[in-house]
Nanobody
């Protein structure tokens, strides 16, 4: 499967910003970010197709921006105006049409608190 490695998670105060990065071991089609808070189910945060179409969950729209660098097999998540409820482990995922499956990274912790 495609190997994905995330980075950029950290502790940040409310209102702050973070940029998450994820590098894939090979070119992929759709890529995205999910998150999972303690005691909650994993949820989609944002995704981007190879053609550039984006999807955002309502609670992050206008604050988070997903982008990709196809040449580097990377996807980014710029997170602004962070709130305590954004605290979660953030996972990168990617779909490979060649392999016919989704792959997941190991996750990176984002903590928003004062």
């Amino acid at each position: 499967q495609v190997q994905l490695v995330e980075s950029g998670g950290a502790w940040v105060q409310p209102g702050g910003s973070l940029r998450l990065s994820c590098v894939a071991s090979e070119p992929t089609d759709a890529m995205g970010w999910h998150r999972q808070a303690p005691g909650k189910e994993r949820e989609l945060v944002a995704s981007m197709s190879r053609g550039g179409s984006t999807t955002y969950r309502d609670s992050v729209r206008g604050r988070f921006t997903i982008s990709r660098d196809h040449g580097k097999n990377m996807v980014y998540l710029q997170m602004n105006s962070l709130k305590p409820e954004d605290t979660a482990v953030y996972y990168c995922n990617a779909y490979s049409a060649i392999r016919g499956r989704w792959s997941w990274g190991q996750g990176t912790q984002v903590t928003v608190s004062s």
